[in-house]
Antibody, heavy 118, light 110 residues
Framework: QVQLVESGGGFVQPGGSLRLSCAAS????????MNWIRQVPGKGLEWVSY????????YYADSVKGRFTISRDNVKKLVYLQMDSLRVEDTAIYYC???????????WGQGTLVTVSS | QTVVTQEPSLTVSPGGTVTLTCAPS?????????ANWFQQKPGQAPRLLIS???NRQSWTPARFSGSLLGGKAALTLSSVQPEDEADYYC??????????FGGGTKLTVL
């Protein structure tokens, strides 16, 4: 079955850390760029980060640069988002999304909720 | 910082036609922005409707079409159905920011 399944969300205090995981199945994982997108409930979508198929290229939104780190394991078909120095404004649903040659987001995970609060 | 603008809300009657637009604050949208369009219904992840400006996905009804219109990316819904009521987001590939989402359009079918 072609799918993405996120995990690792939860409640964390400001300044804390979380690591999100996304498990891919049913497609040639190494062929795809993988992205994290976030959405504050009831608000719009924000692109967070991408990683190329071979991990040679990574890119971050300015809002998370220096605090978040994306990585992937093509053997296990996993993509990660390490989130450090979390802020209240990082509270959102985080989606794992694939893209391939300018076709962005033909497959999304169900999302995992991250809540940053004291 | 570049912002991608969409109409915040639109209302259309069942059976009618409506066009949603998307444009960056830096200028006109071109085919090089490879505009993608998504539909999101409450409690669901977004679903890709259109890629690369005008390519309908296999699951996208034919009443949805993408184009460039007056320097903007456009999503036109024809013969609108009640189930088309949703939020719609555009995405542009953009040098320096990889991709950027528009703020979204809440479409009401009434």
């Amino acid at each position: 079955q072609v799918q993405l399944v996120e995990s690792g969300g939860g409640f964390v205090q400001p300044g804390g850390s979380l690591r999100l995981s996304c498990a891919a199945s049913g497609f040639n994982f190494h062929d795809y760029y993988m992205n994290w997108i976030r959405q504050v409930p009831g608000k719009g979508l924000e692109w967070v980060s991408y990683i190329s198929g071979s991990s040679t290229s990574k890119y971050y939104a300015d809002s998370v640069k220096g605090r978040f780190t994306i990585s992937r394991d093509n053997v296990k078909k996993l993509v990660y988002l390490q989130m450090d120095s979390l802020r209240v404004e990082d509270t959102a649903i985080y989606y794992c999304v694939r893209d391939f040659r300018r076709i962005f987001g033909d497959l999304w995970g169900q999302g995992t909720l991250v809540t940053v609060s004291s | 910082q570049t912002v991608v603008t969409q109409e915040p809300s639109l209302t259309v009657s069942p059976g009618g036609t409506v066009t949603l637009t998307c444009a960056p604050s830096t200028g006109a949208v071109t085919s090089g922005h490879f505009a993608n369009w998504f539909q999101q219904k409450p409690g669901q992840a977004p679903r890709l409707l259109i890629s690369e400006t005008d390519n309908r996905q296999s699951w996208t009804p034919a009443r949805f079409s993408g184009s460039l219109l007056g320097g903007k990316a456009a999503l036109t819904l024809s013969s609108v159905q009640p189930e088309d009521e949703a939020d719609y987001y555009c995405l542009l590939y953009h040098t320096g920011a990889y991709v950027m989402f528009g703020g979204g359009t809440k479409l009401t079918v009434l």
